[in-house]
């Protein structure tokens, strides 16, 4: 089964609007990471956030991560064309060292940017 | 620096038949992981492995196996190909999962007939 599920699963916006998008996941994680993927290529790391970590900032992404809840959103602010493609949330174990680095992905949010 | 390299790009198989998905990367990580991506399920890891030597199972390992005896490889076998391994498969690298993000090649789109 996955651990990440992202919500919602497409969100079309038009250029200079923000994307917000948010993951759930089950159990305890060591870190979270959002990677962005455009289509037919390979996934691209933009953010990554410690389980003692609330936000993170990275020029127009915005990641927060609330462990309370078991959950994290990613915040694109003035968002552009280029900005279309595929997110992804990756969680990792967090009960023991053993499974750091060891992610899984969900399904993805698919966002559409129109100028 | 190339990163992480994977071949082929595009293979295709009869059923039965075995074949190998290359994976090399060059920048010393010690991290590996094979994902398969189909549509509408995200990424399901395959096989992890946190240095040579050393390998792990990820969620969806059967009919398939890995071995790690270099840092630089991390090849995926395929033992008898099925249409259900019909996929896109991707290898990724980090110099450190637990702390830094990782490294994607750019996939192998795999077709079993």
């Not at chain 1, 389980?51 to 990641?63: A, F």
């Not at chain 2, 995200?42 to 969806?60: C, K, N, P």
């Not at chain 2, 110099?95 to 007939?113: E, K």
Request: hydrophobic residues 30%.
């Amino acid at each position: 089964s996955q651990q990440g599920e992202e919500d919602p699963q497409a969100l079309s916006i038009q250029e200079g609007e923000n994307a917000t998008m948010n993951c759930s996941y089950k159990t305890s994680i060591n870190n979270l990471q959002w990677y962005r993927q455009n289509s037919g290529r390979g996934l691209v790391h933009l953010i990554l956030i410690r389980s003692n970590e609330r936000e993170k900032h990275s020029g127009r992404l915005r990641v927060t991560l609330d462990t309370s809840k078991k959950s994290s959103s990613l915040l694109i602010t003035a968002s552009r064309a280029a900005d279309t493609a595929s997110y992804f949330c990756a969680t990792d174990g967090g009960e023991t060292t053993d499974s750091w680095g060891k992610f899984q992905f969900g399904a993805g949010t698919q966002v559409v940017v129109t100028p | 620096n190339a990163g992480v390299t994977q071949t082929p790009k595009f293979q295709v198989l009869k059923t039965g038949q075995s074949m190998t998905l290359q994976c090399a990367q060059d920048m010393n990580h010690e991290y590996m992981s094979w994902y398969r991506q189909d549509p509408g399920m995200g990424l399901r890891l395959i096989h992890y492995s946190v240095g040579a030597g050393i390998t792990d199972q990820g969620e969806v390992p059967n009919g398939y196996n890995v071995s790690r005896s270099t840092t630089e490889d991390f090849p995926l076998r395929l033992l008898s190909a099925a249409p259900s391994q019909t996929s896109v498969y991707f290898c990724a690298s980090s110099y450190s999962g637990a702390f830094y993000g990782y490294t994607f090649g750019s996939g192998t789109r795999l077709t079993v007939v």
